[in-house]
């Protein structure tokens, strides 16, 4: 590359460095404090929450980095027209097409890093952090360790401890078994036990009453005891999640998607074609957004007092291609052969660069911008 494009590529990957650094922190920490509060709740291990969190990075790292990309386009571009250096660079007859190869660069350097995210790392990711959640959510015993909650380990159960005591003692429970069709039982005691036994865990109540609800009769059967125990380990088989997640399949499978995918993720075709062509669309989102953050600031002329209007244009600009893509997600998840309109927001951004490029060789198009040479000459 030339002097002037290294200079600019240098500027361009630094700042990009910078905001995909903060980005990726206030996106992860602010993950990381959710996972945190569950894993407690669920009396797990730091390391497992470690291992969570660590999953959910490439899939935040993915979100950023069209934002980074942005960010660093915008603010290199808006200093160097402060500082005159691009004012240099056009009155040596550089055109904004010129200028742009060194955008379109570090665009396309980004682009390659965000296919590796959505194509290889962001699904394993998922299925990774799927699989261990999962895992963490068939041990029911620490996910019934949680005082004061009303919780539900499976379906048709509710469980709510008052108080858990240092010795490991729990205190006025109350278990809601419903999974029968025609009767639900309420089990109070007023202090019971977890046990762990080669055959599950069981949790022995102390000192209650079992209330068996007949809903057939509307009859009501109340059986006082002395010690009862439940097994849980039971609700260990209901546990777990029941579908799973289109994302986490790779690129081939969600463009030729078999019966068993289908049945496993309870969604249509339509859906797996969608994330299929997303996932071709998406890398070259950092590409588009910083070649819209260069273009618009050079349709702005150049001021020592910045082009925050331009810079207001861009941001605008790239929300509305954000609604778009939300229209056409929907459009395309609930009819196959709308797959195309996956890809209307990248052939709209790329339309608007080249507009914008255009226009911004052209000066006198604009009212009340000078060019360069005038610029310059003063």
Do not use: C
Not at 151 to 177: C, H, K, M, Q
Not at 257 to 279: S, V, W
Not at 356 to 374: C, H
Request: glycine share 6%; proline share 3%.
């Amino acid at each position: 590359m030339a002097r002037f494009d290294r200079y600019f590529f240098y500027q361009l990957m630094l700042l990009f460095g910078f905001f995909a650094l903060v980005l990726v922190s206030v996106y992860w920490i602010n993950r990381a404090v959710i996972l945190f509060d569950q894993i407690l709740a669920d009396g797990q291990s730091a390391g497992v929450f470690l291992t969570l969190t660590l999953f959910t990075l490439p899939n935040v790292i993915r979100m950023v980095l069209p934002i980074a990309a942005f960010a660093a386009a915008v603010y290199v571009t808006n200093r160097l027209t402060t500082e005159s250096e691009l004012v240099v660079a056009q009155a040596t007859g550089m055109s904004p097409w010129r200028m742009a190869r060194p955008v379109a660069i570090f665009g396309l350097a980004v682009s390659l890093l965000m296919g590796l995210l959505v194509h290889v790392l962001v699904p394993v990711s998922r299925t990774q952090l799927a699989d261990r959640t999962e895992e963490i959510e068939a041990n029911v015993a620490a996910r019934m360790l949680t005082e004061g909650q009303f919780l539900n380990p499976a379906r048709g159960i509710t469980f709510y401890i008052r108080e858990i005591t240092r010795e490991g003692e729990l205190l006025d429970v109350f278990l809601s078994d419903s999974r029968a069709d025609a009767s639900r039982t309420d089990y109070l005691a007023a202090r019971a036990y977890l046990v762990q036994e080669e055959s599950g865990p069981k949790l022995v109540m102390v000192e209650g009453s079992a209330q068996t609800f007949d809903l057939t009769d509307r009859r009501l059967l109340v059986t006082t005891f002395d010690n009862f125990t439940y097994d849980v380990g039971a609700l260990m088989k209901s546990a777990g999640r029941d579908q799973r997640d289109v994302r986490e399949y790779d690129t081939l499978t969600l463009f030729s998607p078999d019966a068993e995918a289908l049945e496993a993720t309870g969604k249509k075709r339509a859906n797996f074609l969608y994330e299929g062509h997303l996932r071709i669309a998406q890398p070259f989102n950092p590409l588009v957004v910083a070649l819209i953050g260069f273009s618009t600031l050079m349709i702005g002329g150049f001021s020592r007092f910045g082009v925050w209007r331009q810079i207001g244009l861009a941001v605008l600009i790239i929300i509305a291609l954000q609604a778009i893509e939300n229209v056409t997600a929907d459009m395309a998840r609930r009819d196959a052969e709308l797959w195309p309109l996956v890809y209307l927001p990248t052939a709209l951004g790329t339309a608007l660069i080249v507009a914008t490029l255009w226009a911004a060789g052209r000066p006198k198009l604009i009212r009340g911008r000078r060019s360069s040479a005038e610029v310059a000459a003063q």
